[in-house]
T-cell receptor
Framework: ETGVTQSPTHLIKTRGQQVTLRCSSQ?????VSWYQQALGQGPQFIFQ???????GRGNFPPRFSGLQFPNYSSELNVNALELDDSALYLC?????????????FGPGTRLTVL | AQSVTQLGSHVSVSEGALVLLRCNYS??????LFWYVQYPNQGLQLLLK??????LVKGINGFEAEFKKSETSFHLTKPSAHMSDAAEYFC????????????FGTGTSLTVIP
């Protein structure tokens, strides 16, 4: 059984550019959540996808968008990058969208915006 | 609204000593509580979770936590610290209303002194 994988591992972009981050969920999981972890901080919830539909969103602007595919893998897209978007982006998959469902995290994508 | 407070951003213990990492939550409904560990340049790994069953929860690597409703706490303990326990620890909360949207604390960095 493979765990949650994310690509790429590192990415460097400049202000104003757009970026797409990818996540493959764990086998049997239909829910994917994305988190932003700034340096020295805890992860902040961006949004969640459950069976290809957005199922909750944190306090992030619309330039943060996402998709979930029929195989339950997911993408996070960020438009018009800002310096403050520099962070570790974590993807987590879970067997369902309930509060009791454990989230299993990938290793993250480190995004640097110059 | 959900929130988690982790008292002590840095904790140092001697090898073999008791580990105590503090977590207090605020939730308007019965919470579900999780402890995760993060090693450098890695994603988060689940240590243990509380989902309204037994209040004393045992996790991996000898860690345990006790849910105390009267104190709104979910402190993490380990009787004897090992060098390999040095890492960042995060407490997270969810509930039946917020579903699988986890709210994380700011983390506690544990140093183990040989």
């Amino acid at each position: 059984e493979t765990g949650v994988t994310q690509s790429p591992t590192h990415l460097i972009k400049t202000r104003g550019q757009q970026v797409t981050l990818r996540c493959s969920s764990q086998s049997g999981h239909n829910t994917v959540s994305w988190y932003q972890q700034a340096l020295g901080q805890g992860p902040q919830f961006i949004f969640q996808y459950y069976r290809e539909e957005e199922n909750g969103r944190g306090n992030f602007p619309p330039r943060f968008s996402g998709l979930q595919f029929p195989n339950y893998s997911s993408e996070l897209n960020v438009n018009a990058l800002e310096l403050d978007d520099s962070a570790l982006y974590l993807c987590a998959s879970s067997p369902g969208p309930l509060g009791t469902d454990t989230q299993y995290f990938g290793p993250g994508t480190r995004l640097t915006v110059l | 609204a959900q929130s988690v407070t982790q008292l002590g951003s840095h904790v140092s213990v001697s090898e073999g000593a008791l580990v105590l990492l503090r977590c207090n939550y605020s939730s308007s409904v019965p919470p579900y509580l999780f402890w995760y560990v993060q090693y450098p340049n890695q994603g988060l790994q689940l240590l243990l979770k509380y989902t309204s069953a037994a209040t004393l929860v045992k996790g991996i690597n000898g860690f345990e936590a006790e849910f105390k409703k009267s104190e709104t706490s979910f402190h993490l303990t380990k009787p004897s610290a090992h060098m390999s326990d040095a890492a960042e620890y995060f407490c997270a909360v969810s509930d039946k209303d917020t579903g699988n949207q986890f709210y994380f604390g700011t983390g506690t960095s544990l140093t183990v002194i040989p």
